[in-house]
């Protein structure tokens, strides 16, 4: 597993390029540049922030130091094959070979539908798109799914039932500091998103009022106004009553609400069962609060409202949403500077790993697979008959369900890795064990692929040139800043040479990023998320285009919704609130709330930044946030190794004190595995309408081991 010395003298042998941050939804610009320094790997490289609309020239310190783990000794440089029980090195060829005969094998005894996809929000569009059309053209199968289901869903779903169309942010980050009133649910933008932090502090600066919500104090709630410390899980009976003290005091936006709204009389029926002070025990949330909260968004001439995994990581992530949605629609605070809202993306390639086909029930532009006239386009574009298409599969915690109980017999993971971020995490782990043959494309041995039986080494993203969508729905170039060694491929490669070898090569003709997106072009033409009008040589010059952009001398859609909604009708369409919250029920055996997150210095499951000398110093192992007063209640000191256990399983961290969290939360990050991962412990009951798991509230004791 050791990167080759050929391979290591030809990266040293490369000097500079530009590139974007692997990381999140930001997608800062960057330029890389060799120091020429020969001994040390780590030391030769540096990174400055390039200047654009997003970013503006910042890096955060994810992003200074990404390159570490491209440089990394453990990359892989070769496939790895399993033999008598243990990885070893093989040829493309061979490892290509087995992988298309043991799909095919697996396919003839059981169905086509026995083989199974799961990709991810990394991968840039033109893989993204190529892995939808791979499995469905190439494999057949119906069942695909992909890690946004747990990151973006409940917030996509819930803006295409209010707004009819979901677009990470409706309104470009140049917007923030236009709005009077900012909201900000369950997202830590100082830690997830740090570079957008100015556009916040310069709202603040010129007078804009920040409300946080969040059970912890983060450093994004350091700079909030009004700080409601809510109970996990208990979002969308908060912004309902919210709702109702902005009708109590008669703020309500009446001419928007005629003109370009329906089902507001709906609204205020069920906002009358609203009590406050009843909301307010639920929400843990002091009633005053809300109230101060809800009337500065209410008065305020504009105001903007973000939510991210805090308030959409639920069994009710998608209703809790809709619920800031109908605030946002009861103010008439959308569709104009300064007024909007965000589903503040996650992944890199959030935005555009969401609308190309990776999920269980769409095809490329969001059109949908159980749609006669898109699988009828689609199946054009791909030169297929629409009947041999599949049709609609299941989330990927569905998947890991139908492992269990042996409808599929094979999966191939594409940029992920599920045996630490999927919910009831032991679980997972088993179902992917009991697979018949499990193949995973990784630039390192995830916790994943160290189970896999062939394991594809993949390009990263200093190599691999491609388009990634962030998180205001701008479309963007990412160049290769260095060329490719040999021994290693792009994922849209591996997808076209294995197609061949299923004897499906003339669906799969493409050489470059840019030929797979011309393809994906047409097959977006006309559909919700339209990238029609965007070709590479308007990326390299214009700073990137927002989607939709159906026609080349269109000039994208920068803000949303400004005149219409996606429904057919053009009106947005409020929600029933809820009332109560779904999470697990505390009880006396398990009398805690967990809800888990992420840190500044590690990305998700940590397989690249635990790889960063740089950033793993920073954070070195996992902790548990707990409340001094909580851990004198069961005995744990400061820094005591401790077991979180809950109705699933445990996992062991050090206490961390936090005397800003709520005495009846506990909070843990997500970037460790082992004993320390804590979807160890987490709950997978699904959201009804948009299958997320509920990864932010489980029912958990806690108790030291020391
Ligand atoms: N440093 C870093 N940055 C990242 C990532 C990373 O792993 N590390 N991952 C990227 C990805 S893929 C994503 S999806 C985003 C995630 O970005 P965020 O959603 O901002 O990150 P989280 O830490 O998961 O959760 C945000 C906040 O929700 C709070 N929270 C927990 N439960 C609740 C609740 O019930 N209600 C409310 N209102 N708040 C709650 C937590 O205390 C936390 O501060 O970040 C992206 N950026
Ligand atoms: N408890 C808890 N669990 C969570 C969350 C939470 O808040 N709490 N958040 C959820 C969220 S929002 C998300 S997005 C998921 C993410 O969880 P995962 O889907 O597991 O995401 P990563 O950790 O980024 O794993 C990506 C893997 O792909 C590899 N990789 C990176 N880039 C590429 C590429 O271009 N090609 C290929 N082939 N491989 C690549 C990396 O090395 C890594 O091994 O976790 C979810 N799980
Ligand atoms: S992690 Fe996000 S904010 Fe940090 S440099 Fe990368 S893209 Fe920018
Ligand atoms: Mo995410």
């Not at 900000?184 to 310069?202: D, K």
């Not at 009358?272 to 843990?284: H, K, M, P, V």
């Not at 800043?481 to 294995?498: F, G, K, N, T, Y």
Request: a negative charge; charged letters at 20%; hydrophobic letters at 35%.
């Amino acid at each position: 597993m050791i990167l080759e010395e050929t391979d290591r003298m030809e990266m040293k042998s490369r000097t500079e390029g530009n590139t974007q941050c692997p990381f999140c939804s930001v997608q800062c610009k960057m330029r890389i540049q060799n120091q020429q320094n020969p001994d040390e790997a780590n030391s030769l490289w540096v990174t400055e922030g390039v200047m654009n609309a997003a970013s503006e020239g910042r890096l955060c310190v994810k992003g200074k130091n990404a390159f570490q783990h491209s440089f990394n000794r453990e990359r892989l440089v070769k496939p790895l094959l399993r033999k008598d029980g243990i990885l070893v090195q093989a040829t493309w060829e061979e490892a290509l070979n087995h992988i298309a005969q043991r799909i095919l094998d697996i396919q003839h005894q059981f169905s086509k539908d026995a083989v199974s996809v799961y990709g991810g929000g990394s991968l840039t569009n033109e893989s993204a798109y190529l892995l939808g059309k791979f499995a469905r053209v190439a494999l057949g199968t119906k069942y695909i799914d992909y890690n946004g289901r747990f990151c973006m869903s409940a917030a996509a779903s819930a803006g295409i039932k209010t707004f009819g169309l979901d677009r990470g942010l409706t309104n470009p980050l140049s917007d923030i500091p236009l709005a009077g009133c900012i909201i900000l649910a369950g997202t830590n933008i100082a830690e997830c998103q740090p570079t957008l932090m100015p556009y916040f502090t310069r709202a603040k600066d010129q007078g804009s009022l920040i409300v946080v919500i969040d059970p912890r104090e983060t450093a994004t709630a350091q700079m909030a106004d009004l700080h409601l410390k809510v109970k996990p899980g208990t979002d969308a009976v908060l912004a309902g009553a919210m709702l109702k003290v902005i009708l109590e005091e008669n703020l309500q936006n009446d001419s928007f609400i005629r003109n370009r709204t329906k089902g507001f009389d709906q609204i205020v029926r069920s906002v009358q069962g609203i009590d406050l002070n009843e909301a307010s025990g639920i929400t843990g949330v002091d009633e005053n609060l809300i109230r101060l909260a809800a009337t500065a968004f209410g008065k305020a001439e504009t105001g903007m409202i973000f939510t991210a995994r805090g308030v959409e990581q639920h069994a009710d992530g998608h209703m809790a949403v809709r619920n800031f949605l109908n605030l946002t629609l009861v103010t008439g605070k959308v569709g104009r500077p300064g007024c909007g809202y965000g589903a503040v993306t996650g992944q890199g390639n959030g935005q555009g790993g969401r609308e190309h086909g990776q999920k269980a029930d769409q095809l490329p532009g969001y059109r949908l697979i159980e749609n006669e006239t898109d699988r009828a386009y689609i199946a054009g574009v791909w030169g297929i008959s629409p009947h041999e298409l599949p049709g609609k599969g299941v989330s990927a915690f569905e998947m890991m369900e139908l492992v269990h109980e042996d409808t599929i017999k094979a999966m191939l993971i594409m940029g992920s890795n599920p045996v630490m971020s999927n919910p009831n995490a032991g679980f997972v782990e088993e179902a992917l064990r009991k697979l018949d043959f499990l193949v995973v494309a990784d630039m390192f041995l995830s916790e994943t692929a160290e189970i896999a039986d062939v394991v594809l080494p993949v390009t990263s993203y200093l190599e691999n040139e491609g388009t990634l969508t962030n998180l205001e729905g701008r479309v963007l170039l990412r160049e290769a800043a260095l060329p490719v060694s040999a021994s290693v491929r792009h994922d849209w490669q591996i997808l076209c040479e294995l197609a061949v070898k299923l004897g499906k090569g003339t669906y799969f003709p493409f050489s470059t990023a840019e030929s797979i997106f011309e393809e994906l072009r047409l097959a977006t033409k006309g559909g919700a998320a339209d990238y029609y009008g965007i070709t590479y040589s308007r990326l390299r010059k214009e700073e990137g285009v927002y989607w939709p952009c159906p026609s080349p001398d269109h000039p994208g859609t920068p803000r949303l919704f400004q005149e219409e909604f996606g429904h057919e009708d053009g009106l947005a369409h409020f929600s029933d609130i809820v009332e109560q919250p779904s999470s697990e029920e505390t009880c006396g055996i398990y009398p805690l709330i967990l809800t888990t997150g992420r840190v500044l210095s590690h990305y998700l499951t940590g397989v690249q930044t635990r790889r960063s000398p740089v950033l793993t110093s920073r954070d070195i192992s996992n902790a548990l946030e707990i409340h001094p007063a909580t851990a004198s209640r069961y005995g744990i000191e400061e820094g005591m190794l401790v077991e979180v256990q809950s109705r699933r399983g445990s996992f062991v961290t050090r206490s961390r004190y936090r005397p800003d969290l709520r005495e009846d939360t506990v909070f843990s990050a997500m970037h460790w595995g082992g004993l320390q991962n804590v979807n160890l412990a987490t709950n997978p009951k699904l959201d009804p309408y948009c299958r997320m798991p509920d990864f932010k509230s489980c029912a958990v004791y806690v108790k030291p081991l020391q």
